[in-house]
């Protein structure tokens, strides 16, 4: 029996560690609903995976910066965060500006990205891009040697 326990608990805690280095792999998001990137990001941050951000994380998709503890956000040299307003479709069948989830989005993200996008005129219909070394100012480098699972 005190075999059998021993192993179960070697078990667990093997698994535990596994699960704590899990890591999920953001690359070419274009985005979409945001409840449906709140409901993932949350289960992300949850869950205690880390993310790696190696391409484009776009519209809902930067959700993630908000969501997910900036300890455990890193960014590659691909990376690329692409920000503009909310929109809903209208009555024409046309993108309407939706403000109040503009500013729900706007609220989330951590403060140095809003002064970012607020530099740069705000969360507006054109699509403005964080990259490069402005990104990694403000995220840590990746190291990816880690296994990746994708956030889709």
């Avoid at 953001?26 to 993310?51: C, F, M, P």
Wanted: proline share 2%; net charge positive; aromatic share 8%.
């Amino acid at each position: 029996m005190r075999v059998v326990t021993g192993l179960l608990a070697v078990i667990f805690l093997l698994g535990h560690v596994a699960a704590s280095h899990a890591v999920v792999r953001i690359g070419e998001d274009r985005g979409g609903r945001i409840g449906t990137y709140l409901d993932k990001y949350e289960a992300v941050r949850n869950s205690g995976q880390s993310v790696i951000i190696d391409g484009l994380c776009a519209s809902a998709c930067t959700i993630v910066l908000g969501t997910v503890p900036h300890d455990k956000i890193c960014v590659t040299s691909h990376a690329a965060l692409g920000f503009h307003a909310a929109w809903d479709l209208g009555s024409n069948g046309r993108a309407v500006t939706n403000s109040e989830a503009t500013l729900m989005l706007y609220s989330m993200y951590p403060s140095a990205i809003q002064r970012w996008i607020k530099e740069r005129g705000g969360l507006t219909r054109r699509m403005i891009f964080l990259r490069g070394r402005q990104l990694a100012d403000m995220y840590r480098p990746c190291y990816l040697d880690a296994q990746a699972s994708s956030a889709r």
